[in-house]
């Protein structure tokens, strides 16, 4: 009895490490999408702003302010 006990302890650490070991990387890759995501998301936010400052350098451009319509 002794010996079957021993052996299903065994049995189960070894499936606890190893739900450790899942459990440590599905963290880690969490991590590495969250990163990513972040990281894009600063991308976009960059590329936006570029965009919507080149378009308002457009139509100031091609409509310039006049001196007239500076109150409204």
């Known amino acids: 009895m002794e010996r079957r006990s021993q052996l ?12 450790g070991e899942r459990l440590q990387r599905i963290e880690n890759t969490t ?5 990513k995501w972040c990281r ?14 080149k378009r308002k350098e457009e139509m100031d ?6 001196p007239s319509s500076q109150h409204y």
């Open 8 to 19: 299903t302890l065994t049995r189960h650490q070894f499936n606890l490490e190893s739900l």
């Open 31 to 35: 991590a590495t999408m969250k990163d």
């Open 61 to 66: 451009t091609c409509f310039p302010a006049s």
């Open 40 to 53: 894009g998301d600063e991308v976009m936010r960059d590329f936006t702003g570029t965009w919507f400052n």
